[in-house]
């Protein structure tokens, strides 16, 4: 027994030694993963189970070394918010497109009320602004805000920590969960949804959701001034990024089309454009029409292709010349989930899969061309990773001043790895980065990560937490759930009565707006389309962005 008790509560042959740490973070961890998937009506803390493992551990003695723990914390924070940005970073962008933009207009509202709640309780309740930010920060389940802040309020007070902002997260987090997935309810039965008429709504609009980006519309050409132009001289007239993928001149059999294709009056041309473009497209042509090219073209194929070699990254549609050299056209390229027009000047990105319409032997060819092999995409690159990691490093180092503020503002290591992340995530493969990562090898690392902060936070916060919750800190439950439920439902009425947005695509958005995974595995419960999952997906980046900043504002403010 006393083998064990040295061993994990310290002697002086182990006590902050390399050994006692990573066994202490490794039981930590490990049980609190098993206690996060401990389901109570359905719902679970996740992986905070570790941070409340890492409360428990410390309120009985049993910590590690306080420098390696502080590095720890700091470098998981570092991997989880880099590996989101990452995955994000290709999609988002493209998420303030179209109906997005009215999405994140929400999503920037819900973040706002959360911060003017934080503030108005920190006037009435007198308590500390780090308090305040932790409960901020548990209330939204945001562990990159509090992290954010963790280190702003370090740097501005020569390294201190504030052990009662990790304590505010830890008592608020659960009723965060809880009391997100509480006020979606309530806004079903405030609102006096119709869930039949919001499924089929929803339903309808599938399609366009998975694709906002792109639509096929077969058009009849009736324009006299169309007739004998080429494609490409077409390109030109309407100034717009759209494919003409087939073409049927009179009653002949379909055919793939390329630039030089003339187009003559009467003729069918099926075309990929963008749900902005389309109506343009059709009235400048001709008209609209129901046609079924599959039946019609029955030797014409259509496939995705994954690129996968890493010669074509950073490459232009333009340059590859694939409609003379393999006899394919591509229609379209998906990435991150959202599918692109194939305009002449679009880079292609390792792990893009692009669609190709033409007969199966030249498909095979187009598949030898862009490679097309999973397991050439399963080998990691590290360069990006870590270089991104530098870049994020000083970026959030450098110090910028906003007027109104005394103290200097750093995006510090959440903001500054996280804008890196998305900058390169979109941009990198433009100058030949490869930047591609599996989606598991993206979750081990976000994984890892954020396992290793909480472990940190809870292994500091623990030794003080029973003694701040006994002497009052309960309360700060109550102000957490303020901070949850208060932004939600006003944004919820907003969200439903003024810009009309569809209840199940409503809840995925206010679950993204608040960063709550739970509340989003809730939402999609309630539906059988993908709906929530959408607008989650659409606002999530710029909601986890405002909020690291948001949290780091208000300690330099107020603090």
């Known amino acids: ?11 002086d042959a182990w006590s902050g030694g390399i050994a006692h740490s990573i066994l202490i973070l490794a039981v930590v961890i490990s049980l609190g993963v098993m206690l996060g998937k401990i389901k109570i009506a359905g719902i679970s803390l996740g992986v905070t189970g570790i941070l409340f493992a890492g409360i428990a551990f410390s309120h009985f003695g049993m910590s590690i070394d306080a420098e390696l723990m502080h590095f720890l914390k700091e470098f998981g924070l570092i991997l989880f918010v880099y590996s989101i940005g990452l995955q994000v970073g290709p999609g988002f962008f493209s998420s303030f497109r179209e109906g997005g ?6 999503a920037i509202i819900v973040v706002l009320l959360g911060v003017a709640t934080t503030i108005a309780l920190y006037y009435i309740t007198d308590l500390d602004i780090t308090t305040m930010v932790g409960v901020m920060s548990g209330a939204v389940t945001n562990t990159p805000g509090l992290g954010a802040a963790q280190q702003a309020y370090s740097d501005m007070n020569n390294g201190a920590q504030a052990a009662d902002m990790a304590t ?14 509480l006020t979606i309810l309530l806004l079903r039965h405030l609102l006096r949804i119709n869930t039949k008429a919001e499924e089929q709504e929803a339903g309808a609009g599938a399609d366009a959701h998975r694709n906002p980006t792109t639509i096929r519309t077969s058009i009849k050409i009736t324009n006299r001034a169309i007739d004998g132009k080429s494609v490409a001289e077409l390109h030109t007239l309407l100034n717009r990024e759209f494919v003409v993928s087939r073409i049927s001149h009179g009653e002949a059999e379909p055919e793939l089309a390329n630039a030089a294709t003339i187009l003559h009056l009467e003729d069918k041309i099926l075309v990929v454009s963008s749900p902005a473009d389309t109506e343009a497209i059709v009235t400048m042509v001709g008209e609209e ?12 194929i259509s496939r995705r292709i994954l690129i996968t070699k890493p010669e074509l990254n950073g490459k232009r549609l333009s340059d590859l010349q694939i409609r003379s050299s393999c006899g394919v056209t591509i229609t379209r390229v998906n990435r991150a989930g959202i599918d692109l027009v194939a305009a002449g000047n679009l880079q292609l990105q390792l792990g893009d899969r692009v669609t ?18 999973l397991k050439r995409l399963r080998h990691p690159n590290l360069i990006p990773i870590f270089i991104g ?26 903001g500054g790895p996280l804008i890196i992340a998305l900058l390169i995530g979109r941009y990198g493969p433009n100058y030949k980065m490869v930047t591609y990562t599996t989606m598991s090898a993206n979750l081990m690392l976000r994984e890892v990560g954020i396992s290793l902060f909480l472990a940190g936070v809870g292994l500091g916060a623990g030794e003080n937490f029973v003694r701040t919750v006994t002497e009052g800190g309960y309360i ?9 439920v208060i932004p939600l439902l006003i944004a919820g009425v907003i969200g439903k009565r003024l810009f009309g947005i569809n209840y199940y695509t409503l809840i995925g958005v206010l679950s993204g707006a608040s960063t709550n995974p739970p509340a989003l595995a809730f939402s999609s419960e309630q539906t059988a389309t993908d709906a929530p999952s959408v607008g989650y997906a659409t606002v999530y980046p710029l909601s986890m962005f405002l909020r690291v900043l948001a949290a780091q504002l208000l300690i330099l403010i107020f603090a």
């Open 389 to 414: 990691i530098a870049l994020g490093v000083i970026l959030g180092s450098i110090s910028f001043s906003l007027p109104g503020i005394p103290q200097p503002v750093k995006l510090g290591l959440a």
């Open 289 to 300: 029409i129901t046609m079924n090219w599959h039946d019609l073209s029955k030797d014409m």
């Open 101 to 106: 933009v009215r999405l994140n207009q929400l």
């Open 168 to 181: 505010g997260y830890a008592v608020a987090y659960p009723l965060g969960v809880i009391g997100a997935i």
């Open 476 to 484: 700060w439950i109550l102000y957490g759930a303020a901070i949850t």
């Open 1 to 11: 027994m006393d083998f064990f008790r040295e061993l994990f509560c310290g002697s």
């Open 356 to 373: 190709v319409v033409g007969p199966e032997l030249s498909v095979l060819q187009a598949e030898q061309r862009f490679g097309n092999s």
